[in-house]
């Protein structure tokens, strides 16, 4: 249940909700391509209006990514990317912009490796504003959550259509900042069109939080259409990711430049529906 009422991602989500606008959560793979260009990157899409800022921490075996996402943890990983060189990120990401939220998207044994405390805390001394482990669950969480609620970090937790509402209603407990609802079965990716099912899935999530929780959506939105859909069914945000790492990858001159510009206008894009006209 949302209650971090000193955390950037609670703050923003309460002026979100007061403007009467949807979110935007955007994510990058912390270091890719490399930790230069991911700060320009960063900033393009805060410039175009990026609510949020989801960075990932690459690892080995990112069970819940797709293939883009999967290939830019393994490209970051070769070029020597670890959590000490995306912390360094989020730090000039903090100096630059004080008030953006930020949000580190791992898996559970980067944290263990470290110890969850230890780990958390230097996060936090970062700037970083909360977690999502995919593969966290409720039951393993206690250690985490002590953690969690101890920095004032939101501890983010996914549901999926095919969740039972006894399990939904267990992860909207424990949730804070927002529950992250997986558009699909399997793993992220763009996708062309979303399923009725995901549709549904939004509304049942939302009426059973009791507007509670802030819900939002992601695994396969990329364009202006999908956040429509996603708001009229009851998404407080959605969060693009593949879509932004495919961008970048089509930059095969490395023309930063450009690559900025694609970026921001991209985002700008996504923005402008977000709004309640």
Do not use: W
Request: with cysteine; proline share 4%.
């Amino acid at each position: 249940m949302s209650q971090l009422l000193n955390n950037r991602i609670e703050k923003k989500f309460c002026e979100l909700k007061l403007k009467k606008q949807k979110g935007l959560i955007c994510y990058v793979m912390g270091g890719y391509p490399d930790p230069k260009t991911n700060e320009k990157i960063i900033s393009s899409i805060v410039d175009g209006g990026a609510d949020i800022i989801e960075i990932g921490i690459p690892f080995s075996d990112p069970i819940a990514d797709g293939p883009i996402i999967q290939e830019a943890s393994f490209r970051a990983l070769q070029n020597g990317i670890n959590p000490d060189i995306c912390l360094n990120l989020i730090r000039k990401t903090r100096k630059t912009y004080p008030d953006i939220p930020i949000l580190i998207m791992t898996y559970s044994n980067i944290l263990q490796k470290k110890g969850f405390r230890k780990f958390m805390e230097t996060a936090k001394d970062a700037g970083t504003d909360g977690f999502i482990l995919p593969d966290m669950t409720i039951e393993e969480s206690k250690e985490y959550l002590e953690y969690s609620k101890k920095l004032e970090l939101a501890s983010v937790f996914l549901v999926a259509p095919n969740t039972s509402n006894f399990r939904i209603k267990k992860t909207l407990d424990v949730s804070t900042g927002f529950v992250y609802v997986v558009s699909v079965y399997g793993t992220t990716g763009m996708r062309n069109s979303i399923n009725k099912y995901t549709l549904n899935a939004i509304k049942n999530i939302k009426k059973l939080s009791s507007n509670r929780n802030n819900i939002s959506v992601g695994f396969g939105i990329s364009t202006p259409d999908h956040i429509k859909l996603m708001s009229n069914f009851g998404a407080d945000a959605v969060i693009v990711g593949s879509a932004i790492i495919q961008i970048i990858n089509s930059n095969k001159d490395n023309n930063i430049h450009q690559l900025q510009n694609k970026l921001k206008n991209y985002v700008t894009t996504l923005k402008d529906v977000c709004y309640d006209r």
